[in-house]
């Protein structure tokens, strides 16, 4: 009985146990079964739209502007130097590094008892020339006087020879006195050739008076020079530099002791690229004379002043590039000899052209154009001139076409983009909303209710939930944090 009795108790356990597990594996297949028979949970998609900043491509005329970096000199400088030596007695208050002089005033005086002392001496052979000129002016009227007398001593002689041989043909004279004659004759012609010889004497010492009087005059403009010299004024109106001299100092010939510069006439010097220089030139190849501006940055004071391309430099240069270019300022009120400035020079104007942001335009010449339902279209352009952040393009066939003002690596052709134009207030598209079915609703409300979110951002999900419309953006965001 016993043994009955365990029997039909481990029957009956073994019967609970099989219909349990027969109960438990008709659970997993119901399981199973229900969740491959669910349809697939599907997000909304929707085609990502981005906002840019958008402009219109209107034709115009605008005049480019070139900028480079130069630097001021003075167009009329003076080297102040000493034609003679020695030490300075006088030196004007001006006369200091930076000192304003007007034209015609004493800078400084050197001692003059050398130069004076050699003027006087050159005065002294000034007289001796004269009285040698003299001198020898009147011993050219005694040869020439001297002359007169031989000649007609000889001029009797030649008479008397003539008497003595008429007399020996008439048989009166004799052969003695011919010859007496004759010889007296011949003396006589003799004589007359020492006298001329005497006048050639005369005037060639004349001559040589007159020529050392020459030169003594010389002497005497240069021993004159070398006095006035001996005093510098101011050559114009300008300012001092590099001055090394004071009262007191001694200086020596051509001795440079300051430089004198006229801040009022002013021209800046640039140098630009071979390109650059072309965009200055007409048809001709001549350099055209385009308006420049000069400007300084001093302690954040701009100083400004405008002028105009005078010239070009004859030479590149040795190890240079470009071209050198000189332009006249007209006011450089301010500026002085040695800054360094910004140039600004306006080129030739171009026409049927448009400037925009460089960020605009692609390494490759591109542009992104709006086009049907705000869709990007590229589209090529030439470019012409950068003008710092911005370039100047060649509209002639784009003109009146909106192009994006910034691109990026995200946008390109045939993606949908929400226009932002310059001065209109940016508009944000209304949310898409979407209706719930009871089902989708009840299981977002429960993982809401069941999340860790803060009470009052739960409280306003809720109370959106359980609107008629929902926002479709607010459905995505909590459907992807539920997962499956």
């Known amino acids: ?41 599907s997000f909304p998609q929707r085609e990502r739209v981005f906002a840019v900043n958008v402009l219109t491509l209107d034709a115009q005329t605008i005049t480019p502007e070139l900028t480079v970096f130069g630097e001021l000199r003075s167009q009329r400088t003076l080297d102040l130097r000493s034609a003679t030596g020695g030490t300075v007695l006088e030196a004007s208050d001006d006369l200091i590094e930076g000192g304003t002089v007007t034209a015609g005033q004493l ?5 003059p008892v050398e130069a004076e002392a050699a003027l006087a001496q050159v005065r002294a052979d000034l007289q001796d020339a004269e009285a040698e000129l003299r001198d020898a002016e009147r011993a050219l009227v005694l040869a020439e006087d001297e002359l007169t007398a031989a000649q007609s001593q000889a001029s009797l002689r030649e008479q008397a020879l003539e008497r003595a041989r008429d007399l020996q043909q008439r048989g009166v004279g004799t ?59 101011a050559g114009f109106d300008g300012t001092l530099a590099d001055v090394t001299i004071s009262l007191g100092g001694r200086v020596a010939a051509n001795e440079r002791f300051a430089q004198l510069v006229d801040p009022d006439q002013l021209e800046v ?67 002085r000899p040695g800054d360094f400035v910004t140039v600004s020079i306006d080129e030739p104007p171009l026409d049927n052209v448009a400037l925009v942001p460089a960020t605009a ?19 090529a352009v030439r470019l012409l001139r950068r003008q710092g952040d911005d ?79 929902v926002s479709s953006e607010t459905v995505a965001r909590l459907e992807s944090r539920m997962g499956s």
């Not at 003396?187 to 005369?202: D, E, G, I, P």
């Not at 983009?417 to 989708?440: N, S, Y």
């Open 1 to 41: 009985m016993r043994f009955l009795r365990r029997s039909l108790t481990g029957i009956f356990l073994l019967s609970v146990t099989l219909v349990l597990i027969a109960w438990a594996a008709s659970m997993v297949r119901d399981a199973v079964t229900a969740r491959m028979s669910e349809e697939p949970r």
């Open 107 to 111: 800078l400084l005086r050197i001692d």
């Open 175 to 233: 052969a003695a006195a011919v010859e007496t004659a004759e010889l007296n004759a011949s003396t006589s012609q003799a004589s007359v050739l020492t006298r001329r010889q005497s006048l050639a004497s005369a005037q060639a010492r004349i001559d040589q008076a007159t020529t050392r009087l020459a030169r003594v005059r010389i002497d005497l403009a240069e021993a004159t020079r070398d006095v006035t010299d001996t005093q510098v004024f």
């Open 269 to 335: 010097t640039f140098r630009v690229s071979t390109s650059q220089y072309a965009r200055l030139i007409d048809g001709n190849g001549t350099l055209i004379n385009a308006p420049v501006k000069a400007a300084l940055d001093v302690s954040g004071v701009n100083l400004t002043a405008t002028g105009q391309i005078t010239r070009e430099g004859a030479t590149v240069g040795a190890g240079q590039t470009g071209r050198l270019i000189f332009a006249r300022l007209d006011d450089p009120a301010g500026f």
């Open 361 to 379: 335009v692609a390494a490759d010449e591109t542009v992104l154009v709006l086009g049907e339902e705000d869709r990007l279209q590229a589209a």
């Open 391 to 469: 370039v100047i393009i060649d509209v002639s066939d784009v003109a009146g076409a909106t192009i994006v003002a910034e691109r990026s690596p995200l946008l390109g052709a045939g993606i949908k983009v929400r226009p932002i134009r310059p001065g209109a207030p940016e508009t944000l598209p209304a949310p898409e909303m979407i209706t719930l079915d009871a089902d989708r609703k009840a299981k977002l409300l429960a993982f809401v209710t069941d999340s860790r979110m803060p009470d009052d951002v739960k409280a306003r999900i809720i109370s959106q939930l359980e609107q008629e419309e």
